[in-house]
């Protein structure tokens, strides 16, 4: 786990047309840094281009993340989640969706919040998250 590249991302389900994912001035891929764990070339190069904790990229241009190894996102669901990659025509093409490795926390939920981390939620869930990433199956976060 500790050579895996990991994106935090976002997806509007009603406009799948942009891609929202979080830089290393965010906390979530900022403890994944912190950790030791490398990070996309996109993500590094939008957090040497400006002060934003997050940024967008149109769906057109999903191919930037060509080595990323685990996608992160969250939805309402699992299934949601998943469907809103595995059946994009152009999201489904990034690599680590079509390995199976994405990684869906419930909106809401404990974990969720945990991936967004603070001096609470690390001690609280730390151990559940990494082990939620390492698995970079199909698992449910809740």
């Known amino acids: 786990m500790k050579d ?33 764990m490398p990070q996309p070339e996109q993500v590094v ?14 769906s057109e241009q999903a191919d930037v993340f060509d080595d990323v190894d685990i996608i992160v996102t969250y939805a309402d669901s699992e299934e949601a989640g998943r469907a809103l990659f595995e059946n994009d025509p152009i999201l489904s093409k990034i690599p680590a969706v079509q390995n199976g490795n994405l990684v869906v926390l419930i909106n809401n939920t404990p974990l969720a919040t ?11 869930g730390i151990s559940d998250y990494f082990a939620l990433l390492n698995s970079t199956t199909s698992q449910s976060a809740n």
Do not use: H
């Open 45 to 58: 190069k939008a957090t040497e281009s400006g002060d934003e904790f997050f940024t967008t990229i149109s």
């Open 4 to 36: 895996k590249k990991v994106l935090f991302t976002l997806i509007d389900a009603a406009d799948t047309s942009s891609i929202l994912y979080y830089t290393l001035n965010d906390t979530r891929p900022g403890l994944l840094a912190s950790a030791g």
């Open 114 to 124: 945990a991936a967004n981390p603070s001096p609470l939620s690390v001690s609280w």
